[in-house]
């Protein structure tokens, strides 16, 4: 029963409703009311320090007309009717402020409004501490119209969080999941990376990955930042391409602080598992200057962060390879792993805003981000001549392989635009670029060195985390040669141009304050991936002597593996130059080149409609928003003796309805509802139209596939209690239409002929439901030194159920079976144990996420379903400040030694396992205000 309205190809009566949207908006305006057109302004700053306060509502209390402080801590409000007013000025944690005003018919009035703490030391928690960071957050959350969550920048630096979707991770309703033991991507009530938008300042933020429209978080620093704010109902004039929630990350910005801001911090972290220290450099700073006939009327930001951190895991895996055939737990394969890592993290932000008159303000907005991954990887592969239960002995074979690679991702993101405001009315426009990539240089894609003949009374133990008892061959280098080498090489591509123009409009209808909102946006994404591959094989046929081939010509020293018996590591060099005298193009796989290259062009073009009322205590903000969606792609056709272009298109369009509503039960609680509708387009390695068969096996992307569409709704309750205080529960409810999958066709009308037929599919329906709840408090009222004990926790409780379909011979037809979602944990949660002075903090956190399922390796059969295994992660931070502007810092992430980990069919069986060791970090922040 979706709320969404699809008219697919081509919808006339859709179509001729885009068009006329904005003339039938322009016009109902031009018909209403004429109201006088004097005008509020001002800014809201906390005294001692000058820093602007966002967040903060303020209200004309005869007119219950209300605005929110924005990033610079101003606020506008148009079509006030001459007369004399009360202004009131409500920030959590402080006194509400009022003040008698004056209101001239087309003129401006301004009132500025101070925080004054009551004792000086009183500022440094309402904007430095911990509990002045969340109150930030609340101030925000509380003043949105839909429901938000939001982190400040001091906020971010609270705990040991690397990057970007390590910070997210302590929100209400979000998880993330690891690489490495690092944040990389990032769920949001449930819903998978891939089911998620990514913005920054706004704009669209495409994915470095080649197949995925997930952003790995992981490339952009933390240092970088203001703030970050996750929108989990959305609005109509945002994009509607997110059905978990849509995730903001704000840089810097000079009219974020007054005046002169400057920060330096130098930081050495070290890893307990490979004895690595590594360091970190980061400087921000911003500057406001008087232009023209202007005062303190540009600000310029900018920023440079760079960290090379050195680490590594250890790694034992089946691989989901378990028989369970008879009741029996047999395993078929085991890999141990051992990873040597570094990765480069540098970014650089640079901001220009210029406020060119009272009524114009313009901003140029740049981030760029590089992040370099360097890894090598030692693996042995050990296959079991028989599937053999824990303590079986039995002959395997063997291979020892070594990948070493480097990878950069690069992720730019340039925006221009700005805001006009005439009278009661609002212009925005903005035009951006976005552009991130992958590059890959040629490297050793695999080394392979197989066992001459099979290793003998080879056993293991334990199936969590399974130990290979082995004999001494198994670690003789004599007893392998080489028998595959692969190089590689990839590039990744992905712009994303757009153009976006919106116009508000301010009045009241009857005494209700009112407000109508209108506009489009243009979007132009292309997106290509190139792959290289060559494969040496038979090298005893090119003059390799058994000498030549034997690993021990290639053996470099044991690696420090933590698991079990590793043997002996691959020298990558040796490895590189024995091959470096053949001729490469001999050796060139263009099918393995061919099949995964791509290139998609997808063009969005949205329109919307939307307005607010308030009544009484009652706002309502309704509205309606349009996209057409045209999509094309080229890939390949390879059918075991000849390639062909294969080329694809499609169009789709959406009409999204949606509903939201605020009620203040009083000055401090208010209720929460909405009804959205949003949708979630397919992945690219899903729609790339990529065809390949062997012999009776075909694999195939599906382009023809339609967009995941989702009707929510959410309700919800807030109460907030001072400063940096509040309880809150939510509960949601998404009804997913379209939900895709992997399958297998082999056996229906199309591929009868075939054993087996990999593609995509839409399933029927899913749905996904849950409560969010969220507690903060400051204990103030306890006595010294308790009163600065700051207590914060969160939890989520979800469910999905999805339905997959696959063709099933022995019932002649198409069944089906239940399933979760993919990457939705049941329970998430997070525990923060915090406490302020005026000049020391810490804080102890606790991140709690519950089992997932990660892959469904067989659609008919649950029993072979993977999923990663809870986990809990402890970290901790501790904060002194030296003198007024330096501070120094210690943290400890990962207390607990958390491996990952995960399994098939249940917990006792592993799919693989990893651990990464405790990381410590010491560091030094200076900061000038």
């Known amino acids: 029963m979706t709320q969404i309205y699809k008219n697919r190809r081509t919808s006339s009566i859709t179509k ?127 003043s949105a119209d839909n429901v938000v969550s939001a982190v400040s920048a001091d906020a971010i630096g609270q705990l040991p969080d690397t990057n970007v979707s390590e910070a997210l991770q302590r929100l209400p309703g979000l998880s993330i999941e690891r690489d490495q033991g690092e944040g990389r991507y990032v769920r949001v009530r449930g819903l998978g990376p891939d089911y998620n938008a990514v913005t920054i300042n706004g704009v669209s933020l495409p994915s470095p990955d080649s197949g995925r429209r997930a952003v790995a978080l992981d490339v952009i620093p933390s240092d970088l930042l203001e703030g970050l704010v996750v929108t989990k109902t959305l609005t109509p004039d945002m994009d509607a391409n997110a059905l978990g929630g ?220 399974p130990y ?33 123009f919106d116009v508000t409009k301010d009045f009241f209808i009857g005494a209700s304050s009112a407000m109508v909102k209108f506009g489009g946006k243009y979007s132009d994404r292309d997106k290509d991936s190139d792959v290289e591959i060559w494969v040496y094989e038979d090298l005893d046929e090119y003059g390799f002597s058994d000498e030549a081939l034997s690993m021990n010509s290639y053996a470099a020293s044991n690696p420090d593996y933590t698991l079990g018996n590793f043997g002996p590591g691959i020298n990558s060099a040796a490895v590189a130059d024995a091959v470096s005298g053949l001729d490469q193009a001999e050796f060139y796989s263009e099918e393995d080149s061919r099949i995964e290259d791509f290139d998609v062009s997808e063009q969005v073009s949205a329109a919307y409609l939307m307005g607010r009322i308030d009544l009484g205590d009652l706002r309502l903000l309704a509205g309606v ?99 940096a205080g509040v309880v809150s529960a939510f509960a949601y409810y998404k009804d997913i239409d379209n ?17 087996e037929a990999i593609t995509y599919a839409n399933g029927d329906s899913a749905e996904i439901y849950g409560v969010e709840l969220a507690f903060s408090k400051q204990f103030t009222s306890l006595p010294a030194p308790f009163n600065g004990l700051l207590l914060s926790a969160n939890a989520t409780f979800s469910d999905s159920d999805a339905t997959l379909a696959y063709y099933d011979e022995d019932a002649g037809g198409v069944v089906s079976r239940d399933s979760a979602m993919p990457s939705q944990s049941d329970t998430t949660g997070n525990l923060s144990i915090g406490y302020d002075a005026s000049r020391f903090s810490m804080r102890l ?53 958390e491996p990952y980990y995960a399994y098939v069919n249940e917990a006792s069986y592993n799919a693989q396992y990893e651990t990464y060791g405790l990381t410590y970090k010491l560091g030094l922040t200076i900061t000038n205000f």
């Not at 004999?471 to 757009?498: G, I, K, R, Y």
Request: proline share 2%; aromatic share 10%; with cysteine.
């Open 16 to 142: 001729q409703w885009s068009r006329n949207i904005l003339a039938c908006a322009v016009g109902a305006l031009a018909a209403g009311n004429a109201f006088a057109d004097g005008r509020i302004s001002g800014q809201l700053t906390a005294e001692i320090s000058g820093m602007p306060l966002q967040g903060s509502r303020v209200k004309i209390e005869e007119l219950n007309q209300t605005a929110v402080t924005a990033r610079d801590g101003r606020f506008v409000m148009s079509g006030v009717k001459p007369g004399s007013y009360t202004l009131s000025v409500s920030y959590l944690g402080v006194e509400t402020m009022t003040r008698e005003i004056t209101v001239t018919d087309n003129q401006t009035t301004v009132a500025n409004f101070k925080i004054s703490p009551e004792r000086p030391e009183q500022e440094y928690v309402i904007v430095l501490g911990q509990a002045g960071s969340l109150n930030k957050a609340l101030n925000r959350q509380r």
């Open 246 to 465: 849509s995730i903001d990350i704000q840089s810097l910005s000079a009219f974020d602080r007054d005046g002169n801001f400057y920060s330096f911090t130098a930081e050495g972290s070290y890893n307990e598992l490979t004895d690595n220290t590594s360091p970190k450099l980061a400087l921000t700073a911003s500057d406001q200057f008087s232009i023209g006939s202007g005062t303190d009327n540009l600000g310029i930001a900018a920023g440079v962060s760079w960290y090379d951190r050195q680490f590594g895991s250890d790694n034992v895996e089946t691989g989901g390879a378990w028989d369970f055939d008879d009741g029996a737990a047999l395993l078929e394969e085991i890999e141990q792993r051992d990873y040597t890592i570094e990765r480069e993290r540098s970014g650089m932000t640079f901001n220009v805003d210029y406020k060119l008159s009272e009524n114009t303000d313009l901003y140029w907005r740049n981030l760029y981000s590089k992040y370099t991954d360097s890894e090598q990887r030692l693996s042995n592969i050990v296959e079991f001549e028989d599937a053999v239960g824990a303590g079986d002995v039995t002959n395997a074979e063997v291979a020892r392989e070594l990948k070493d690679r480097s990878e950069t991702q690069e992720i730019l993101s340039s925006s221009l635009g700005g805001s006009t405001r005439v009278d009661s009315w609002t212009f925005d426009y903005r035009v951006a670029l976005s552009e991130s990539g992958e590059d890959e240089p040629q490297h050793l894609g695999g080394a392979a060195f197989a066992s001459i003949d099979d290793i003998e009374g080879v056993s293991f133990s334990d199936t969590t985390t």
């Open 468 to 500: 290979l008892n082995t004999p001494a061959s198994f670690s003789d280098a004599n007893n392998f040669e080489l028998d595959e080498v692969e190089l590689a090489q990839s590039s990744t591509n992905d712009t994303d141009t757009s153009w976006q």
């Open 625 to 723: 928003r349009y996209e057409d969606t045209d999509f094309s792609a080229q890939g390949t056709r390879y059918d075991g003796d000849n390639f062909e272009d294969n080329n694809a298109d499609n169009q789709y369009d959406h009409l999204l309805p949606s509903l939201h509503a605020r009620y203040a039960l009083g000055d401090n609680t208010q209720l929460r509802a909405s009804w959205t509708n949003t949708l979630v387009r397919p992945t690219f390695d899903q729609l790339a139209p990529f065809f390949v068969i062997d012999d009776e096996e075909a694999e195939f992307g599906n382009p023809e596939l339609e967009p995941l569409e989702s009707s929510n709704i959410d309700v919800g309750i807030e109460h907030y209690m001072g400063l």
């Open 739 to 755: 939900f895709i999958y992997q399958t297998d066709l082999a056996g229906t009308p199309m591929y009868a002929d075939y054993d």
């Open 845 to 897: 956190a606790a991140n709690y996420k519950s089992e997932y399922l990660l892959e469904v390796q067989d659609v008919s059969d649950a029993v072979q379903d993977v999923y990663v295994d809870e986990q809990t992660q402890l970290d901790f931070s501790a904060r002194y400040y030296l003198t007024e502007g330096m501070q120094l810092y210690f943290e400890a992430a990962n207390l607990t030694d």
